[in-house]
Nanobody
Framework: QVQLVESGGGLVQPGGSLKLSCAAS????????MGWYRQAPGKQRELVAS???????NYADSVKGRFTISRDNAENTVYLQMNSLKPEDTAVYYC?????????WGQGTQVTVSS
């Protein structure tokens, strides 16, 4: 089992920044990949960014150049730095971990971008 705990969400004005954190209960060396997904009201959950155990990253087109995913292996934590936030970034953000054929999810953290 892998438990994931997200933090860092909140209310921010358009153009602002937030940094999300996802702390894993296991060494993230044992995890094949970790990622951030988001789900806005009435929409499907979508991949925002992911990072493999080797450090390869992948981003949704809508966040490229604005969001950065990173990992701290010593802290077993993955981060999502979000800059130049837009109202359309408003959603619940979920951390995800894939280990072998199993997928694990955090409880989600709300991000609201509004003036």
């Amino acid at each position: 089992q892998v438990q994931l705990v997200e933090s860092g969400g909140g209310l921010v004005q358009p153009g602002g920044s937030l940094k999300l954190s996802c702390a894993a209960s296991v060494s993230i060396f044992s995890v094949n990949a970790m990622g951030w997904y988001r789900q806005a009201p009435g929409k499907q959950r979508e991949l925002v960014a992911s990072i493999t155990s080797g450090g390869s990253t992948n981003y949704a087109d809508s966040v490229k150049g604005r969001f950065t995913i990173s990992r701290d292996n010593a802290e077993n934590t993955v981060y999502l730095q979000m800059n130049s936030l837009k109202p359309e970034d408003t959603a619940v953000y979920y951390c995800n971990a894939r280990r072998v054929l199993n997928y694990y999810w955090g409880q989600g953290t709300q991000v609201t971008v509004s003036s």
